[in-house]
């Protein structure tokens, strides 16, 4: 029996965790994954790093097929969309706890529940996490 892949509900919970013991929950993004809508500007090395406290977004949403919501770059507000499979990690900026994850294999997608786009293309090669201070 085929199930849906696991990163989305583990994004989940650590988002929940990581704001639960007070810290700031960080996403590292493969910004060159297809459907990446972030601010290019931003971009460095192919990589982004968004925080998505509660704080820092609005109306972040956290689907099985992508993460979306509202900030503020450079005082501007932006909409940011990001499928799954271009989220290389979760962490906490405070003390760098989370998850990297590993490159998925290409399979069926899950459903599309988000609007704003499909989920598309996975990240190749292997993931890096690079300390951001």
Do not use: H
């Not at 989220?87 to 490159?103: D, K, L, P, S």
Request: hydrophobic share 35%.
């Amino acid at each position: 029996m085929s199930m849906t892949p696991s990163r989305p509900y583990i994004m989940r919970a650590l988002y929940e965790w990581i704001v639960d013991n007070g810290c700031t929950p960080y996403i590292l993004v493969d910004a060159t994954v297809a459907d990446v809508m972030v601010p290019d500007q931003y971009v460095k090395n192919g990589q982004i790093v968004l925080n998505i406290s509660p704080t820092a977004v609005m109306d972040l949403n956290i689907t099985n097929s992508a993460v979306a919501f509202n900030g503020r770059f450079g005082g501007v507000a932006t909409d940011v969309y990001v499928p799954v499979g271009g989220v290389i990690g979760i962490y906490a900026r405070e003390n760098g706890q989370g998850m990297v994850f590993e490159a998925e294999e290409k399979g069926e997608p899950p459903p599309d529940d988000t609007p704003g786009g499909p989920d598309k293309g996975k990240p190749e090669g292997r993931p890096s996490l690079k300390i951001v201070k």
